[in-house]
Every structure is written in C-alpha cells, then in structure tokens.
C-alpha cells in the first residue's frame, strides 16, 4: 500500500505582533495618544490642576499657590501633562500661563475632552477641589488688585505713555465706527483726498469734489491704495454749482477751503442744497492768523477766517443748530523760506450744522 507522501506542513503560525518600545502592540498612534491621556489623568494632583485649568488661565506660580503646593512638586506633573498635550502653554516674557486644552484628535473628535467631561462632574463634588477653588479666589483677587494698583501708579503718566502712536487715527477710528454704514458723504474742495479717506470702510459712498484735476488724481492714488467697502466717487467742479444733486448726500465736509474762496454765500448755499433734510454739513477752517507767506506760497486768499463769520454765513445758507469747536489740533504747513516766527501752528476750529427736518 502506497502511502500517500505527506505534504510539508503548511506553517500556519502568523507573523508575529510586533511591539514598539513600551511593549504597546502596533495600535493606531491615536490609541497610543489616548491611553497616554487616561494615564496622565490618573492622579489626584493632575486631575486638581486640571480642574482649575479647565475654567482658567493661569501661570505657573498661581496655579501651585491654588493647589497649596510647592512648585517642585507641581512641575513634574505639569510634565507629565505637557507630555500628553493636555495643557496650552503661553509664554509672556519670563512668565508662563497655562491652560486645560486637549488637542484635537483624528475625525475631529476631542476624546480626551469627553473623557474629561465624565470626570469633571465628580471632581466636582469634592471637598479638595473645592478647596483648590477658594485659594484660587484668592489669587484671582490678587492678580485684580495688583493690576489695579498698577494702572493707579501709572495714571499720571499714562497722558505721555499712551501718546505714542504712529498716526493717532487708531483711537479716532473708534469713534468713527459708530457712523451709520449706509451714510453718503461730500468731501468738499477734497484736495488729495484726507478727508475723504477718513471714512473709508465706514460708511457706504464718498463723493470727492474738487476743482482742480490734479487734486482728484492725487486723491484717487490715495484712496485707491486703502480699498474697502466703500465707494468712491471723484467729480471735477466749482463749489458754487457742485455735480452732486438735490439732498444726494447724508453729510457734506468742507475742509479748509473756503478761506481761499472770495465769496462762500453760493458755495453755503450748494452745500445745503445737495444735503438731505435732517443731513450735516461741517466745516473745519483756520483761525485768523499772521503768516502771511501762506497768501504767496499756498494760495490763501484770506489768513484765517473768523469763526463769528462763518458761523453766521452758515446759518445765512439755511444750517441750523450750529455749532462751533475749537480743535485742540492746528496747522502746521511745512515751508523752509518762512521765517522763523511763522512756523508755528495755525489753530483749527471746526463749526457744524443741520439741514432741517421740514426744510
Ligand atoms: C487747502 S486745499 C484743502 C484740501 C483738503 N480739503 C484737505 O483738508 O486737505 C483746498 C482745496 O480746495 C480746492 N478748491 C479751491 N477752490 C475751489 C473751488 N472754487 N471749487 C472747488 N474746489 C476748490 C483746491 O483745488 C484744493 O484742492
């Protein structure tokens, strides 16, 4: 009898596991990452400071004072913490804030969020987290003290610290902000277009009127350099029969122009036309002034104009509740061949007004 030749046998064994170096078998490095979380979390001391991280930000030497411990034992645990990525770290100067921040795992889903979330309920109830929360009321009124003492001690010189800005528009920016968005504005005799820039992205359409077609020019370099929201228009004409129509603006500005002007009356009177009812007009002008190389070098037909005048031309035109500001601001033409005494600021004043409701 013929045996039959038995055939090697197949090696049925699998290739074996393998392991990496902490003997965790080759599981997903999302696994790995969250074994690792539940491991930090298991201790009382890391899951304390956590509990007072979650709800705040705070440095290193608040938190141990919150948990009414050394720093030297604190600091391996925030170790083991930073390890497994449970803490967001903010370096401000020499100073460290930290924060209860999972990163985001693989799908969006923050495991170790949810995970914390189980806890926290529990960690809650008890009696030493409760008493890590009122030392850290206790720091936490410190910390608003001391910052409070500390702007108490700058205030006197907070007028010279908080002058240093590049420009000064940030602050007046603020202010500007509260403009209505949908508001169409004239700049008047726009020159390069300041003005008119002052309401970029503010409000919803500018209109720049000047005579001259180099003034336009320049002011379309600049308000084409700052794009935005709002619109602008640049149209060439006399302040006494502007191209804008009847009540088209919400607001009109004329800013140091009529001083070069022989005669405001119809320039007014235009200004009030092309403002709707309930509209203002507002004019900013030079006080009257000595500097007479600014008749020869700037064109100004009149050194300065007396705001009494102007004042009552305005309401001439139809304005109403007129009102007039000094500026706590002047002008400050730059000009080498002026002799010395010329040089300093010409004060400013602005005087506005309103185009009655029912006009
Ligand atoms: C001193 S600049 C002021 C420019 C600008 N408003 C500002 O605050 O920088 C005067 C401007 O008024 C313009 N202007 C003078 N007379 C005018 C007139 N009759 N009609 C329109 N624009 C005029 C000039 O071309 C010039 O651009």
Same mark, same amino acid.
């Given at each position: 009898?013929?045996?039959?030749?038995?055939?090697?046998?197949?090696?049925?064994?699998?290739?074996?596991?393998?392991?990496?170096?902490?003997?965790?078998?080759?599981?997903?490095?999302?696994?790995?990452?969250?074994?690792?979380?539940?491991?930090?979390?298991?201790?009382?001391?890391?899951?304390?400071?956590?509990?007072?991280?979650?709800?705040?930000?705070?440095?290193?030497?608040?938190?141990?004072?919150?948990?009414?411990?050394?720093?030297?034992?604190?600091?391996?645990?925030?170790?083991?913490? *930073?390890?497994? $990525?449970?803490?967001?770290?903010?370096?401000?100067?020499?100073?460290?804030?930290?924060?209860?921040?999972?990163?985001? $795992?693989?799908?969006?889903?923050?495991?170790?969020?949810?995970?914390?979330?189980?806890?926290?309920?529990?960690?809650?109830?008890?009696?030493?987290?409760?008493?890590?929360?009122?030392?850290?009321?206790?720091?936490?009124?410190?910390?608003?003290?001391?910052?409070?003492?500390?702007?108490?001690?700058?205030?006197?010189?907070?007028?010279?610290?908080?002058?240093?800005?590049?420009?000064?528009?940030?602050? $007046?920016?603020?202010?500007?902000?509260?403009?209505?968005?949908?508001?169409?504005?004239?700049?008047?005799?726009?020159?390069?277009?300041?003005?008119?820039?002052?309401?970029?992205?503010?409000?919803?359409?500018?209109?720049?009127?000047?005579?001259?077609?180099?003034?336009?020019?320049?002011?379309?370099?600049?308000?084409?350099? /700052?794009?935005?929201? /709002?619109?602008?228009?640049?149209?060439?004409?006399?302040?006494?029969?502007?191209?804008?129509? /009847?009540?088209?603006?919400?607001?009109?500005?004329?800013?140091?122009?009529?001083?070069?002007?022989?005669?405001?009356?119809?320039?007014?009177?235009?200004?009030?036309?092309?403002?709707?009812?309930?509209?203002?007009?507002?004019?900013?002008?030079?006080?009257?002034?000595?500097?007479?190389?600014?008749?020869?070098?700037?064109?100004?037909?009149?050194?300065?104009?007396?705001?009494?005048?102007?004042?009552?031309?305005?309401?001439?035109?139809?304005?109403?509740?007129?009102?007039?500001?000094?500026?706590?601001?002047?002008? $400050?033409?730059?000009?080498?061949?002026?002799?010395?005494?010329?040089?300093?600021?010409?004060?400013?004043?602005?005087?506005?007004? *309103?185009?009655?409701?029912?006009?």
């Amino acid at each position: 009898m013929r045996f039959l030749q038995k055939k090697p046998a197949r090696n049925l064994a699998r290739a074996p596991i393998s392991a990496d170096h902490d003997g965790v078998f080759n599981a997903s490095s999302n696994t790995v990452a969250l074994a690792g979380q539940i491991k930090a979390l298991a201790d009382p001391i890391r899951l304390r400071a956590l509990a007072l991280l979650a709800g705040h930000e705070l440095s290193v030497g608040e938190l141990c004072r919150a948990l009414g411990l050394a720093q030297s034992r604190v600091s391996n645990h925030l170790r083991v913490l *930073r390890e497994h $990525q449970l803490l967001h770290e903010r370096k401000v100067g020499t100073s460290t804030f930290l924060r209860y921040a999972p990163p985001v $795992q693989a799908g969006d889903e923050r495991v170790a969020d949810r995970l914390w979330n189980a806890f926290l309920p529990e960690l809650e109830g008890l009696r030493e987290h409760a008493d890590d929360l009122a030392r850290l009321r206790v720091v936490l009124d410190e910390r608003r003290r001391d910052t409070t003492n500390f702007f108490d001690d700058l205030a006197g010189d907070w007028n010279t610290i908080g002058i240093d800005f590049e420009t000064g528009q940030a602050r $007046q920016r603020i202010a500007a902000s509260f403009l209505p968005p949908q508001l169409v504005i004239a700049d008047l005799g726009c020159g390069t277009g300041y003005v008119a820039q002052a309401f970029l992205d503010l409000v919803q359409r500018v209109i720049c009127v000047d005579s001259s077609g180099g003034m336009l020019e320049e002011a379309r370099k600049r308000l084409d350099a /700052t794009p935005g929201s /709002t619109t602008v228009e640049y149209r060439k004409g006399e302040l006494d029969a502007l191209p804008i129509a /009847t009540g088209e603006v919400d607001g009109a500005v004329c800013a140091m122009v009529l001083h070069h002007l022989e005669n405001s009356t119809a320039p007014l009177a235009e200004m009030f036309r092309i403002c709707r009812p309930g509209g203002t007009a507002v004019l900013m002008e030079l006080a009257p002034h000595k500097q007479a190389w600014m008749h020869d070098s700037l064109g100004d037909r009149f050194l300065g104009l007396d705001s009494d005048d102007v004042a009552e031309r305005f309401r001439a035109a139809g304005f109403v509740d007129v009102q007039l500001e000094i500026l706590s601001d002047s002008y $400050q033409p730059k000009n080498e061949q002026a002799p010395q005494a010329d040089t300093q600021g010409v004060p400013l004043y602005l005087l506005r007004g *309103r185009v009655p409701l029912a006009s």
